[in-house]
């Protein structure tokens, strides 16, 4: 069955800190990836998204991930972590062959100002 | 372009009783998906609708949860009757039909149900 790996529960960090929060996936064929943030009281918005192509993908509020094909791995980083980075944060998985989505537990970030 | 709509926003009730909760997809998305994310844990799909028909509904309660989607458009999740274990927040996602698009799923703010 496919699953869907997030290594870390909690993280706190300093403002101005890199922030690295690991992905793992279990799945031999194609797949879609994605990581979603979700702001305290606030909805779950997409954060970024990888289909094909440059696995170094960029998204909003300077955020990237890569992803390792070889590692199953779609790690999400930022060089810089801000207060309000503060959030939970889910790395999602879709299969070419249902496109259901399959999470991880998620991550909190605690950002210290 | 307006997201997905849900509401009520909160909604508190006593064990036993009957709650509907609303949801507008995007427009033009003809997949819609109810989930249930209990705090502290990643979403839990519970139905997926293709226009108005079910294309996954393995993780639905049946005994006390129902859905529809009678005109391919808005959809109700209805828990009759509620436990106490309901208590979570129940999101509503659409994705495009195109694949190119990896079927990505946008989500509404959800519905906060406390059961009591």
């Known amino acids: 069955a496919q699953s869907v790996s997030q290594h870390n529960h909690h993280v706190i960090l300093s403002e101005a800190a890199s922030l690295e929060l690991g992905c793992n996936y279990s799945?031999?064929?194609?797949?879609?990836l994605f990581w979603y943030v979700q702001y305290p009281g606030q909805h779950l918005q997409l954060l970024l998204k990888?289909?094909?192509?440059d696995p170094l993908v960029k998204g909003i509020k300077g955020f990237e991930a890569e992803f390792i094909k070889s590692k199953f791995s779609f790690n999400l980083r930022k060089p810089s972590v801000q207060w309000s980075d503060t959030a939970e944060y889910f790395c999602?998985?879709?299969?070419?062959?249902?496109?259901?989505?399959?999470w991880g537990a998620g991550t909190k970030l605690i950002i210290k100002p | 372009e307006a997201g997905v709509a849900q509401s009520p926003r909160y909604k508190i009730i006593e064990k036993r009783q009957s709650v509907a909760f609303w949801c507008n997809p995007i427009?033009?998305?003809?997949?819609l998906y109810w989930y249930q994310q209990i705090l502290g844990q990643g979403p839990k799909l519970l139905i997926q609708?293709?226009?108005?028909?079910?294309?996954?509904d393995s993780q639905l309660p049946k005994d006390r949860f129902s859905a529809e989607r009678l005109k391919g458009v808005d959809s109700t999740l209805k828990i009759q009757p509620a436990k106490l274990e309901d208590s979570a927040v129940y999101l509503c996602?659409?994705?495009?039909?195109?694949?190119?698009?990896?079927?990505?799923?946008?989500f509404g703010p959800g519905t906060r149900l406390l059961v009591l």
């Open positions: 996602a659409s994705s495009s039909p195109y694949r190119g698009q990896g079927k990505t799923q946008y």
């Open positions: 427009s033009g998305h003809a997949t």
């Open positions: 609708f293709q226009n108005n028909g079910v294309v996954d």
């Open positions: 799945y031999g064929g194609t797949v879609n």
């Open positions: 990888y289909f094909s192509g």
């Open positions: 999602a998985v879709n299969a070419h062959s249902n496109y259901q989505l399959i």
